[in-house]
DNA sequence: TGATAATGTGTTTAATTTACACATTAAACA
DNA sequence: TGTTTAATGTGTAAATTAAACACATTATCA
């Protein structure tokens, strides 16, 4: 919640041609995409960020973005940016929330709206071709430019959230993992230690893993059975009501 | 989840330089504000709507929107909007989405911010001064103008969704209310019925209400309790943590 | 003043979550 | 090659929470 200003009440609607003159002229803005990418390797959560090349910010990193086109469909524009970055093609992306404070750019007046997207380090590790372009452990992540910090927050909040609430952290794993890789995602994620058993049991009651009969290869202690996640007995088992609680 | 396009990898960031000119000259785009003002009255939820004046929706409702000016705070738009519409000042007002298709608006490219906000209908009630401005049951609300109904339809559902959550709820409601009210609140937003005694266990147990020893006047039945949100209590009990579960 | 329809308070049962213990298996190493 | 080690894999009992359900109480209204 936010805190209010005080205006007059009006009384009438503007018309079509009133509001073409305002969108064609004097009320135009820049608009940007802010994408927050996450992954995760040797059981960290990683974001990637480049590094900001603007005096104001030098040294600081930043989260990849651009402006949008007039043209263009603001989710086109985060799938765009994606691709750009990390050759990425079908990735989850999530719009999260639009940031619109009038001094946040120093180029000018820019709102922008930050997409969460997750993806998988291992099909993605070879295209980092720019050397400016890093993985951070997200514990590290403090100091963004321009309010990229207040972003990512905003970000690495809400995946908090919806990882409990739905099956997003797959997209972060390979295709076939163990239930030692999904516990480590989601304590990585979460930023707590869980029971190993209860955490078994939850997923295997949830009905949402298939059993691949393979097992775990070169690890350095007892391989576990390896497991994929089946969307559609997720469809069919999934959640319709939360209940009242907070 | 959306499908990505196929663009070019590009290695280089933007000097400030380049991104001012972007900023200030071709990129720029008409912003809005979209407000979905619910209230609750004999039982029911509202939503406020006006009657689109534009040709190509003649006779359709749309939602109280603005355009975001150059020099001002995205939230600022909201709370402007709100003010000038229903004359209220201290309102809860959450950002939900942002949408941007190229083509959604006739009179040129509009990206919108769509805010849901939550209102006391008794506080509000006389300050509806245009006459093509109107509460609406939500269960009545459909082809709205523009791309109006998708907005809807995203708030109502992040609406019922968060008010599990949260203690949202309380903002559609007089200070002083008795627990059939808010039942009454929570089964005409969830749209479900609820078992009168568990629901009442629930919000005890929850430890939010203050009782405050008055009972309902001129009710045409025997008079309940009236209890108010306790905002102190709410913070110390509330949860921390949801549990993974999907 | 009696019927009616709400409020207000349990209790019992089922389901879920939490806490915790032990057997099994493969890698590592002497 | 056998022993140690550190993981995997499974089970059970207790505690908490949610769901189903019943009855006494109180004010209104006919």
Redo the contacts between chains.
Sequence with gaps: ????????????????QT??T???T??????SVDCIIFGFDEAKLKVML???????YAGKWSLLGD??????????AA??I??????????????V??????NR???????T?AYCSLINVQHHKL?I??N?LHWHDVKNVNDLAFDHQKIFDTCLHQLQ?R?????LGFNLLPKKFSLRDLQNL?EAILDIKMDRRNFRK??FS?D?LTDLNEMEQDVPHRPGKLYKFNFEK?EKK??KW?????
Aim: charged fraction near 30%; hydrophobic fraction near 35%; include cysteine.
């Design positions: 919640m936010i805190t209010a200003n005080k205006t007059q009440q009006v009384k009438s609607t503007k018309t079509l509001i073409q305002e969108v064609q004097s009320n135009r803005i820049a608009l480049i590094r900001s090349d603007l005096k104001k402006l949008l086109f007039p043209d263009e469909d603001l989710d086109a799938y765009r994606l691709k750009q970055r990390t050759g990425l093609n079908d990735v989850y992306l999530e719009q929330n639009t940031f619109g404070s009038v750019h120093p180029a000018g007046r820019v709102v709206v295209n071709l720019d400016e959230k990882v409990q609430e739905h099956p989601y939850k997923f949830m949402c997720y999934k959640k939360i209940g009242i609680d907070f």
